[in-house]
Structures are given as C-alpha cells and as structure tokens.
C-alpha cells in the first residue's frame, strides 16, 4: 500500500541492473538469468522495504548478491574470465560510427584492465565510478562498511592505474 | 632536497581521492601542498585525474546494449505468474476460535476457520497447489480489525475486494455470488439460491459449492438454510459457528431444534421492495416459496432498503419477540 506498482520498477531498473551485471560477469546471458533472478527475488521481497528505502541501493545489493552467489563456484569465475574476449569481440560486431573507433579501443583497454580486478573490487569500482551509487550504498551491497567499500574502490584505482601503464587517451586526436 | 618517503605513502588514500574528487577541502589542500614539492607524486596525481576522466568518458558514453527484449518478456511471464500464485495471509485470534484470512492481488482470496490450530500446514490454503501463501500483515489487520468488529454486531457490512479464484468451479463461483447478495440479518434457502442461479433443480449442487465457499462469513452461506428452516450444515462441521454468526445478526434459532423459526420472520419475494408479515394474502400466490428471503428483525428489512408491505403492514402489526 502506497508502494508504487512493480511494473514502474520494472521498467525503470531493468536495463540498468542488466547493464550492471554485464559489467560484472562479461556474459550476457548469464547477466539475463541474474537480471531476472534479481527481479524476482526483489519481487518477493519488495512488499516488505520499508518506503524511505533507496529502491535503486536496494536493486543493486540484491543483483550484487546474485552475482556473487553465482560467482562463488570457482569453475564458473574461471570461464567467466575466458568470456571476456568472447564478449569484446561480439561487441566489434556491432557497426559503429567511425568516430567511435578510437574512443572503442580505449574503452576495451579500460574493460580488460577491470576484467583482471578481482571480483569485490570490481563490483566496488564498477558500483561507485560507473553506477555512480555513493559508498552507504555501495557497502551495503558488498555487505561491508562503506569505509571499506571506499578502500576496495580505492585499491581497484590503484591496480587500475598500475596495468594502464599507458592511460588511453579517450579524446579523439585525429 | 629528497622528502624521506614517509609522507608519500601517507598521503596516497588522500591523494586518489583528489585526483577522483572524492576528497573533503581539507584532505585536498594537503594533497596540494605535498603534490607541489613532490615530483613524483605530482606524476602520479596526474595520471589519476587521467584515469578518471577516462573512467568519466566511460561512464557517459552510450551505455551498453540494454536486455534483449525476449528476456524482458519473460521476466514478466515470470512476475505475473508469481503474482498470480502469491497470496498473502496471516492468522489471527477471533471469538470463533483462529481464523486465517489470505489477500491476493486482487483481493481476499480465503478465510478459513482453523480453530484451535495456529499453523498453515493444517490448512486450506496450506494445502491447495495452486498458491505459495506468505506470511505478511499490515494490510490484513485492518481486515482483522473489521472482521472483529462484525462479530461483535458492531457492523453490518464487510466490503471487502474479493478474489474468487480458489472457488472450485465456475458454478460455485456463480453460486458465491448469488449467496453474497442475501442481505446481512436475512436468511434465504439452499432452493432458493439454486433458483437464483438459474438451476432449480440443483439443491444439492448448491449446498457443495457452500461447503467448499472459500470466504465464510464475508460470502454470508451462514445466511443459507434448508428450506424447512433446518440449519442443515456449515463449513462441513461446524453447524456451532452459523448458529452463533445468526444470532450476531439478529436471526432467532430455536434452541435444540437447530432451525430458525421461519414463522416469526418477515417475508420478502425477490424482486419486491417490501418486506411482509408471514401471513400476508399477497404471499399466499407466490409460485416459490422456497425463494423468499426471510428476515429476523424490520430493522435489518428496512435496513436492506425494504419498505413494510401496504396489505399486512408489518409496521403497525409487528411480529411479537
């Protein structure tokens, strides 16, 4: 009661929470069933968040739960890591304008370099500096303190900073 | 002059975050100040505002492509058929031992009396395929609350949104609704109903679809009698519960005799919008009898919008008490 309807949620977090956990797992498919698995189980829940909730926050902790109970099996981390080429490529598919092109490589250095971070840091770099949700947020889906939420953010940072030895230049030069 | 390095090591955490924007006014005036003596920190202040403005162009670049569609349509396929089997219910304490009262989406789907047993495996709704029950609340107290309220004869309506899904049939579903329209304090019969719903015949069939009733008391089958008057049944074993559920409606049932006493009731045919004293001449001509809907008081008549018949004046005779 006084809830807005789940359809409206629906529709207004779904590509996101999608987008979110390509990111994470480099696999659409498997980011469909853990985008449906999220709704879902929020769904179940959502009858009990209380109405001050951050619904987006609340979104992502669940899918970031999802994702790692998925990822908690180590055979399927490991084909995780071998998708990450697949996944670039099927984006080379697509035609693209030709301005993006540099822009493209840069970006795929970028993903390739956050692909090698290990799981929770990624989640935290990808959480806070591509979702952009504050670190409250950002611990409460990784279930730890947001001074630590910052910490895994920060660390992703550094580990970033070291394998781009080269920063891509992202404005196009040409 | 070499700065020992310390300080560099120190002011990292600070310095990431400068360079990302995420320091507070004074971590970044500390950030400055070191960065300006110290070369190499300078670098490497550089190359994180390089890296998030990177990050930045990332971010607002076109984003990925979203789900595809056929995921989307069957995300909803998914939701809807949840939606569909969830219901809602809580248990709750009542004159008339524990009742459980289950809310779908659409409405109360079930209320079922549990007695003394406080627990869903024992239940109706437990035990019916087609639903997952979850234990939830705050919409179903104030049900409770009204349900209470009823019981005590300090209401006479429930207008609850009903769901009728977990009727066994489309005619129970039909008789339901024929049922749900005898007015609270009256009674009609098992022929009657039947005749309502347009099988005459099909007393027996009527008198199933009653048991099996999914909403006692909010679908009133207590108000429905044999046509002797006999109490005949209630919710299979509970001929307690309707006696009591009459009297709270202000129904008289002769003691040990288990009937109402249809003599001291008054009368109305369907249709009419009158109510009579039971000798009236105007009934001696009815084609049913059994379709008369009886009333216990004129207060509850004339409450269910009947006015006194004009022959029998049923207002300037009543009937004694």
Known sequence: ?174 | MKRPRNPCAEIELDLIAAATGEADPVAERRVQQHVSGCAPCGGDYQRYRALEQAVETWRRAPAPAGPPAAARRRLEERLEEIRRRTVAYRIFPSPLGNILIALSERGVSMVEYLGRRRDLAHSRLGRMPSVDPVEDGAELEALHRELLEYLEGKRTRLDWPLDLALARSEFHRSVLRATAGIPHGAVMSYAGVACEVGRPSATRAVAQALRWNPLPIVIPCHRVVGSSGALTGYAGDKLDLKERLLAVEGVAVAPRARRICRESMYVRYPGDDSYCLPSCPSLATVDHPHRLVLFGTRQRAEAAGLAPCTTCRPDVHPIAS
């Open chain 1, 1 to 174: 009661m006084g809830q807005q309807p789940f359809e409206t949620i629906l529709e207004a977090h779904h590509a996101e929470i999608y987008r979110y956990l390509v990111r994470v797992t480099f696999r659409r498919t498997e980011a469909e069933d853990l985008a449906q698995e999220t709704f879902l189980r929020a769904y179940r829940a959502y009858r009990t968040l209380p109405p001050d909730a951050n619904l987006r926050a609340w979104l992502f902790t669940i899918a970031t739960n999802c994702a790692r109970n998925h990822f908690r099996a180590e055979r399927r981390r490991r084909r995780a890591h071998e998708a990450v080429r697949a996944v670039r490529s099927e984006r080379d598919d697509g035609a693209r304008p030709d301005g993006q092109t540099l822009f493209n490589e840069a970006r795929e250095r970028l993903d390739g370099v956050v692909a090698r971070l290990p799981f929770k840091q990624r989640l935290a770099f990808v959480l806070r500096k591509i979702h952009e949700l504050d670190y409250e947020a950002v611990a409460a889906s990784l279930g730890c303190s947001a001074e630590s939420a910052r910490a895994h953010v920060f660390q992703a940072l550094k580990k970033i900073r070291r394998d781009l030895t080269e920063l891509p230049t992202m404005e196009p030069q040409r």
